[in-house]
């Protein structure tokens, strides 16, 4: 019906699965994964614009 427009998507962090895999995004800047604690969070890191 060409009605695609009319549906968004959201994209979110799958905490669940970043604790499953804690090695692949080991490399991550600003994901630190801990073992033993209930805590998530994701730092975003400072980036300058260049302008």
């Known amino acids: 019906l060409g009605l695609q427009r009319f549906i968004r998507t959201k994209q979110e962090i799958n905490k669940e699965a970043i604790l499953l ?17 209930e805590d998530f969070s994701i730092i975003p890191f400072e980036q300058e614009a260049g302008i």
Request: aromatic share 0%; no cysteine; net charge positive.
């Open 21 to 37: 895999e804690p090695k692949a995004v080991a490399g991550v800047a600003g994901i630190t994964v801990k073992s033993g604690i």
